[in-house]
């Protein structure tokens, strides 16, 4: 099963997928985090998310080659990618081909989508005006084009606005 969860920054996402993700029962729960620790503030909020999502979750911090991972977890475990957003913006710091990894990564959770409950987190950025400058306008309109693919794959789609989640699909 693969779920997207999607919305604001700070709206609920993270903490819908996680309610959802447990009460699946599974033993078998990881967390693949795509931030990377660019200082002292994201270094705390990061260990603060391990903290909350305590002990039973196995955490794997992979800022690019998240396709890669998914192929190394157990059949019938759960997975909760947070979040595409940040793994996008990796790739274009990084200058990756970002057609290839997303088409890597779409490829992926589609043969694996029947063997692991997935949950896949990102940020709506496609609410605002249109940014003054070519890097923000191109990462709007990557972030867009996977979403719409994300969500065609999906078998389930929740907006999540003000820690209230809308089930889209």
């Known amino acids: 099963m693969l779920a997207f969860v999607i919305g604001g920054i ?22 693949i985090a795509t931030a990377r620790v660019v200082d002292e503030e994201m270094k705390d909020r990061i260990e603060r998310h391990k903290r909350e999502r305590g002990e039973k979750w196995i955490t794997i911090e992979e800022p690019i080659e998240v396709d890669g991972v998914l192929k190394k977890i157990p059949i019938g475990s759960v997975i909760i990618i ?16 970002v057609e290839e990894k997303t088409n890597k990564l779409l490829d992926i959770l589609l043969k694996i989508k029947t063997d692991l409950d997935l949950f ?5 950025v496609g609410l605002g005006i249109i940014p003054d400058n070519p890097l923000a306008r191109k990462f709007i309109d990557l972030s867009g084009n996977l979403h719409q693919e994300v969500a065609q794959i999906a078998d389930e789609v929740y907006f999540i606005l003000c820690g209230c989640e809308i089930k889209l699909k």
Do not use: M, V
């Open 10 to 31: 700070k709206s609920g996402k993270t903490k819908f997928a996680l309610k959802k993700a447990e009460e699946l029962n599974n033993s078998k729960l990881y967390y």
């Open 82 to 97: 947070d979040c595409l957003t940040t793994w996008l913006t990796n790739l274009l710091i990084e200058n990756y081909d």
């Open 120 to 124: 896949l987190i990102s940020n709506e």
